[in-house]
């Protein structure tokens, strides 16, 4: 029988390249993503990569309260069951939080933040009870400290960083063969999220960290498979992550991410 995985801002970067591995793994798919020409042509792309791949497309605004419902229906009507679901879907407000747009930052969290918890408590109630399913969640580096000038991003990744392991955790403890997995990926280059961002002059995508989306993709794709409740992905952010949160001052931590997040 045909599998299905869901993924949202499946249409671009990190979410293509995972909807690829999925498509090779012969996971048919439903994308969600804005009302844009970027998600005809990513179906366009896929089936032409994919012979006989099953894309279903959902043009919607993510960051609205009755998205996650209306996704969640879509996929029972064309599909029923999601064996994977992707949260994937996001972008980033950048600059001192006088400037940032109040709506835009507060769309940013709705979609971060409310549509994330949504979908994932509509789909892991079934994923529950068959006992079987995975959901990834992207969060980011950013959820582990402060970031000044990226603060509300930052916050609501350290949001999804949470909540997701405090679920893989509980999953585990009542039995379940479900498992959650949040992805914090340092940052990504070729995407279109450094732009959106208003971070083209920042020093946060020219440096060692920097990954490419293939490569995000690859190291979340198996690290979900594997049952993991946190992949960071590449080789050298993982060991710095768990000295630098545990062994430097919070004042000089806020310090170096500020660094990371100035403008050249
Ligand atoms: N790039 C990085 O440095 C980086 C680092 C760490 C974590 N991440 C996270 O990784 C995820 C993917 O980012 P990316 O770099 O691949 O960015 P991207 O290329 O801009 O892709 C973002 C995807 O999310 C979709 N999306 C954004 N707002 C949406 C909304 N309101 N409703 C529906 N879909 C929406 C976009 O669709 P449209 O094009 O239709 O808007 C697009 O498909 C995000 O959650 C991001 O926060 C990125």
Known sequence: MQKYALVTGGSSGI??????????????????????YELAQAKAGLEKLFAGLMVHTLALDLSLRTSAEQVYNWAEQKVGTVEILVNNAGFGTYGFINDIDLEQDTAMLDLHVITLYRLTRLFLKDMFANNQGRIMNLSSVSAFQPNPFLQTYGASKAFVYQFSQAIAYELREKGSAVRVTAVCPPPVKNTAFQHAAGMDRTNTFDNWMVLTPEKVALDAYRGMKAGKAVVIPGPWYFPIAQSLTGLLPNALIIRMSRYYLQTR
Request: charged content about 25%.
């Open 15 to 36: 979410g293509l390249e995972i909807s690829k591995l999925l498509a090779a793994e012969g996971y048919g798919l439903l994308i969600v993503a804005k009302p844009d």
